[in-house]
């Protein structure tokens, strides 16, 4: 269960690659398509794969209280936020904010490099 793998793997490691391959345009998301359980695998961008991945797993994260690390490849700039963020490492209360940094900076940063 989701549960015991929390317990055994206590703290988890993401490399967000977000160099300029990443605008490749091989990459694929699932998509609703709006009638009940459907949905379409779409093409789009690596980057745009990598950012729904990393939203999964920091809503995971966050759901499971698990402390995760993910860090950029390279340095995203100051205007996007840290090279580096986590989720849950700062205790229960802080979660939520963990989450809305982590989401924000995904959605800022571009793939560059």
Not at 13 to 19: A, G, L, P, Y
Request: proline content about 4%; overall charge negative; hydrophobic content about 35%.
């Amino acid at each position: 269960s989701l549960i015991e793998h929390a317990a055994s793997f206590p703290h988890r490691i993401w490399v967000v690659d977000n160099s300029g391959s990443m605008n490749q345009g091989d990459g694929h998301r699932i998509e609703a398509t709006g009638q009940g359980r459907e949905a379409n695998i779409v093409s789009c961008t690596r980057w745009i794969e990598m950012q729904e991945l990393v939203g999964y797993h920091v809503q995971m994260a966050a759901l499971l209280q698990t402390p995760t690390i993910f860090r950029f490849l390279t340095d995203p700039g100051s205007s996007v936020g840290k090279q580096q963020f986590t989720v849950a490492d700062k205790g229960p209360n802080e979660i939520q904010h963990d989450v809305r940094v982590a989401m924000d900076t995904m959605q800022k940063a571009l793939p560059e490099g």
